[in-house]
Each structure stands twice: as C-alpha cells, then as structure tokens.
T-cell receptor
Framework: AQSVTQLDSHVSVSEGTPVLLRCNYS??????LFWYVQHPNKGLQLLLK??????LVKGINGFEAEFKKSETSFHLTKPSAHMSDAAEYFC???????????FGSGTRLSIRP | NAGVTQTPKFQVLKTGQSMTLQCAQD?????MSWYRQDPGMGLRLIHY???????DQGEVPNGYNVSRSTTEDFPLRLLSAAPSQTSVYFC??????????????FGQGTRLTVV
C-alpha cells in the first residue's frame, strides 16, 4: 500500500532563512511524488514533481526537492524564505498500478518578519 | 480550455438532505477523484475512478456515492447529509504516461456546510 507522512504539522522560519519541509513515503512500486501548495482560502497549486527522472527536482518560486530512495524521503527546501511563502504544503504520492493519488496531512509554513 | 470545473462553489444543506456535487473535466483524463479537506487532516480520498464505468472506494467513502458514465463527468452524491460531512470538497483529474502518473489537476472546490 502507498502512504505519505509529513513529519511536521507546523514549521515557522524567519524571512530570508532556509525552509525545510519533511516528507517520507511508502510505496510498493516506483512512486511519482509531488508537492502542492495551498494559500489561505485558495485552491491547490503544483510546486514540483518527481517522476523517475533526475532525483533533484526544481519547482516554482525557488523551491526544490530531492528524491532519496534509500531514505524513502522527498523533502522540500528553499534557500531563503519570503513572506509570500506562508501557506499549507502537501506532499503527495501516486502509483499508477494503484491508480490512486494520496495526500499527506499537510505542513503549515509560517514566516516571521 | 476550462480544466476541472466543480459546481456549486458553496452549499448549505440541512441534515438528511441529499445532493450532488458536479465535476467535469475537458482534458480527456482517465483518472478522476474526489477528496474532502478538513483542518489538520490534509485531503482524504473519498472515491476515485480509473475510467468510464469503473469506480472504487478511497479512505473515507461512507455516506457518498459516485458514478462515471462518461470520461468527462464524475459526480459525487451525498445520500443523507450529516454535520460530519461539513467540509471542503475537491475534484481532481489526472492521467498516466506509461507507469508514471501525472500530477492531479484540481477544481476550485466546493465548501459544504451541513446544519
């Protein structure tokens, strides 16, 4: 069965400092992995995706994530946080054989001035 | 190209009422799904479909029915609304390229309140 665990429900960083949002996954097959962002009272926007190509994936707004099979992790990072990054972030796993897309419980990112 | 369209955007129901949330996509995607979003719980999968005529249950299917008579449409029916079904509902579509599943394309959501 496939599942995804976001290790932190809330992360708070100062503006200009690095961001790390942690995600571990479980999948019996080679997964596709995604990060989505949701700003308050808005819909879901795709940040980046991993689909078995390069293990370091670059997304929009300066975010990137690294797929580490040995650690079953797909952590999201950004070198320097901006106030506009304050939002809810979701790690997502998908396996074609299961035909399901499963979301993590989300990490709320707060940015301190 | 409209993408994924959900209607209505807002709905208030009384306990025991039934209703259908509509979802349509114009991208010819094979996969469609319904999620509910509750605070602190992320998006939980209600039902999903891998093609016309094929549906299956997700994590939280109780109280909901779906059908998929066409590739484009995937309505979600609440049989007898309960306050526990107060939530924001998202419909999504996606497709696969070989063994890789693309990202989910989402509708704008339906905010449902059951009183």
């Amino acid at each position: 069965a496939q599942s995804v665990t976001q290790l932190d429900s809330h992360v708070s960083v100062s503006e200009g400092t690095p961001v790390l949002l942690r995600c571990n996954y479980s999948s019996s097959y080679s997964p596709s992995l995604f990060w989505y962002v949701q700003h308050p009272n808005k819909g879901l926007q795709l940040l980046l995706k991993y689909t078995s190509a390069a293990t370091l994936v670059k997304g929009i707004n300066g975010f990137e994530a690294e797929f580490k099979k040995s650690e079953t992790s797909f952590h999201l990072t950004k070198p320097s946080a901006h106030m506009s990054d304050a939002a809810e972030y979701f790690c997502v796993v998908s396996v074609s054989s299961a035909s399901k897309i499963i979301f993590g419980s989300g990490t709320r990112l707060s940015i301190r001035p | 190209n409209a993408g994924v369209t959900q209607t209505p955007k807002f709905q208030v129901l009384k306990t025991g009422q039934s209703m259908t949330l509509q979802c349509a996509q114009d991208m010819n995607h094979e996969y469609m799904s319904w999620y509910r979003q509750d605070p602190g719980m992320g998006l939980r999968l209600i039902h999903y479909s891998v093609g016309a005529g094929i549906t299956d249950q997700g994590e939280v299917p109780n109280g909901y029915n779906v059908s998929r008579s066409t590739t484009e449409d995937f309505p979600l029916r609440l049989l007898s609304a309960a306050p526990s079904q107060t939530s924001v509902y998202f419909c999504a579509s996606s497709y696969s390229i070989g063994v890789e599943v693309t990202e989910a394309f989402f509708g704008q959501g339906t905010r449902l309140t059951v009183v």
